[in-house]
């Protein structure tokens, strides 16, 4: 007999239960977001705090963002609900969080839901169809020296929205130049995570930031009703 698909307040009651019943979860966070961001960090170790993914609150939102000094992503998530003003699933340090990127570029295919413990465990929640259960988990904890979620004396993380354009304007100009692989990295994650497999493109200059985002089709918890993912990425300067 088949049983009925849950609602989205059931797949949310769910979340919330699988967040609370751990003493020690100091973040819950939405699983594919935070994939997409790790695959935009900086695989440098020499570039230390790039190697992460940072997630932080800035006012009312709370942004997962990370870069590699090239490109920038960053996906934002709402602190309250629209209808009353409650507070949404999301959890987060009061000092923001790190989470080392490289243990976190493959793909848990069925997750849904993360949860990250102080120590630094980051539980992946998921199954099939609608379960929330635990998945696996991985020890992020030692790089760079961040070895709690709570902790103090972390690396400052670089401001990126600094480096969003607060307007555009398209006049023809010279032509655009880009990294292959920056490209082809950022359309796999927009093939997977948008609602219509569709990228929009905002520019103004060959010399200035080439913004790119999608749609995203987010699977638990508040969204903005315009989730969008997001990539900043600056364009190859070629030498006349």
Partial sequence: MKTATPTAAELLKSAELVATASPDCAAVLP???IWAAA????????????????????????????????????YRL??????????????????????????LRKAQLCARLL?????LRAVFHGGKRHDLAELASLNLSGFYGVNSATGTGHPTF???????PDTFTNAPAQPFAFNARYLKEWFAVVDKLSTAGISRT??????????LDCTYGQCIGQHYTDARLELLLMPVQIRQ
């Fill in 202 to 211: 905002q520019c103004n200059s060959p010399t200035t930031p080439f913004v």
């Fill in 31 to 33: 699983y594919w977001p």
């Fill in 115 to 119: 949860t990250v413990t102080d120590s």
């Fill in 78 to 103: 709402p602190c309250w609900t629209a209808a009353d003003s409650m507070p949404t699933l999301w959890r987060l340090p009061d000092a923001g969080l790190l989470l080392h990127a490289a243990p």
């Fill in 39 to 74: 695959q935009f960090a900086s695989t440098d170790p020499c570039k230390e705090v790039l190697n992460f993914v940072h997630v932080w609150r800035d006012g009312d939102a709370f942004q997962i963002e990370s870069t590699d000094g090239h490109r920038a992503f960053r």
């Fill in 158 to 164: 670089p401001r990126i929205n600094m480096l969003w």
